[in-house]
């Protein structure tokens, strides 16, 4: 065992759980922004509208991410219109590339969370605020959107871990994140055992810090609506 190398490497290996730590956060960040709308329409049965962000996150949760990713950074620059757009200086960046695929990736399953957990709220809630003369849009904003992010939190935690295994993927177009270092060092020094057990044990971590925050949340915003 070359335990004493990974110990000369544990800069490489935080700097990638910084980079690991980025991609996490601006991919659930942005993803929720643009999940939040998408569920409010996708929660409208029946209209077109909905029925459009449906075929937008069935394919991407059909897909594997790793596909996804592989189209935005490789697929794309294959056309000349992309090389010679305004876009071209982002979408040549392995780094905006994969955060894009994250983000849209995460927004497809996250849609879905959240319209699932709007769909399930109790009757009982929509018909007080009802009864009590508040408008749609009131009503939407106070009590069902709410009601349904608290809701959602059990399942939406499960999507943030599988983000955070996911970004792994980001090491395979260049971007040294956990993965990435210990690659890196496997590469470096024919140790793929200690390379990578170093990086499970950083990954198993951060699950469990993001596990830990998950269940305070919880207990605060989804434990008062349980029955007693």
């Not at 009982?124 to 009802?130: D, L, N, S, T, V």
Request: contains cysteine; positive net charge; aromatic residues 14%.
């Amino acid at each position: 065992m070359a335990f004493d190398t990974i110990i000369d490497n544990l800069p490489l290996y935080l700097s990638g759980a910084w980079a690991t730590l980025q991609l996490l956060l601006i991919s659930l960040g942005l993803g929720l922004l643009l999940a939040v709308p998408l569920a409010v329409l996708r929660s409208l049965q029946g209209s077109w509208i909905s029925r459009l962000i449906w075929v937008y996150t069935y394919v991407f949760r059909g897909t594997p991410m790793l596909v996804q990713l592989f189209l935005i950074y490789y697929g794309l620059a294959q056309f000349e219109a992309v090389r010679e757009s305004v876009f071209w200086p982002y979408l040549s960046s392995a780094w905006f590339c994969a955060c894009l695929s994250f983000v849209l990736n995460t927004a497809a399953y996250t849609t879905e969370i959240i319209a699932g957990s709007i769909r399930a709220l109790p009757a009982g809630e929509i018909e007080a605020a009802k009864s009590i003369g508040m408008s749609r849009w009131v009503m939407f904003r106070r009590i069902v959107l709410p009601s349904a992010l608290r809701r959602a939190l059990p399942a939406y935690s499960n999507e943030a871990i599988f983000m955070l295994h996911g970004t792994a993927l980001a090491s395979i177009v260049t971007i040294l994140d956990l993965t990435g270092a210990a690659r890196r060092v496997n590469a470096t020094h024919y140790i793929p055992f200690e390379a990578f057990i170093t990086a499970a044990c950083f990954y198993f971590l951060l699950t469990l810090v993001l596990v830990a925050l998950f269940h305070k949340a919880e207990a605060k915003w989804l434990k008062p609506l349980m029955p007693r």
